[in-house]
Antibody, heavy 118, light 110 residues
Framework: EVQLVESGGGLVKPGESLRLSCAAS????????INWVRQAPGKGLEWVAF????????SYADSVKGRFTISRDNAKNSVYLQMTYLRAEDTAVYYC???????????WGQGTLVTVSS | QSVLTQPPSASGTPGQRVTISCSGS????????VNWYQHLPGTAPKLVIYSNNQWPSGVPDRFSGSKSGTSASLAISGLQSEDEADYYC???????????FGGGTKLSVL
């Protein structure tokens, strides 16, 4: 069974940092691009970043570029999202998502809530 | 404001057929495939259509997708109360090099 389990969410102040983790199981991890997608309260889905099975293939949404860093550890079947200089508008549920192919996201984690507030 | 434009709401009665549109441009829908997601509050989104018109395993064929030029549509026939959810289209954008989601359409089953 494919599983994606996020962790690391919580309450932080503006300007602080947080690291999200995503533990994957039930599939050949090295064969898939992994994404982070978020949903702010009362808003729609927003793609945040992806990292390909080839480490060099990385992309970010403009809203997080320069502040967030995505990485993966294939030995641990894990993906990470290092978030720095957090803003109130980064408050959202963050989902770890598997890409089956051509940015079609077939498996989603249950999400982890990040709240940025003073 | 999303680059992929969806109507904010749609509605239908049980048994009816409803269509949700998604309008984009040459750099996204015009050159890439469209995927559709169903999102119920408090749950993880679910892929219901990929590659414009393909069904993931377990998705009923009441759901169908199509694409023409820079627009795409999701159709749900034989509407059921369990279909009440938010629906999002998504596509890759070659110019922005990002994944784009539409703003979402809230489907109500009356």
């Amino acid at each position: 069974e494919v599983q994606l389990v996020e962790s690391g969410g919580g309450l932080v102040k503006p300007g602080e940092s947080l690291r999200l983790s995503c533990a994957a199981s039930g599939f050949t991890f090295t064969s898939h691009t992994i994404n982070w997608v978020r949903q702010a309260p009362g808003k729609g889905l927003e793609w945040v970043a992806f990292i390909g099975s080839i480490y060099s293939h990385i992309s970010y949404a403009d809203s997080v570029k320069g502040r967030f860093t995505i990485s993966r550890d294939n030995a641990k079947n894990s993906v990470y999202l290092q978030m720095t200089y957090l803003r109130a508008e980064d408050t959202a549920v963050y989902y770890c998502v598997r890409d089956r192919a051509s940015v079609s996201f077939d498996y989603w984690g249950q999400g982890t809530l990040v709240t940025v507030s003073s | 404001q999303s680059v992929l434009t969806q109507p904010p709401s749609a509605s239908g009665t049980p048994g009816q057929r409803v269509t949700i549109s998604c309008s984009g441009s040459n750099s996204n829908i015009g050159r890439n495939t469209v995927n559709w997601y169903q999102h119920l509050p408090g749950t993880a989104p679910k892929l219901v259509i990929y590659s414009n018109n393909q069904w993931p395993s377990g998705v009923p064929d009441r759901f169908s997708g199509s694409k023409s030029g820079t627009s795409a549509s999701l159709a749900i026939s034989g509407l059921q109360s369990e279909d009440e959810a938010d629906y999002y289209c998504a596509s890759w954008d070659d110019s922005l090099n990002v994944v784009l989601f539409g703003g979402g359409t809230k489907l109500s089953v009356l």
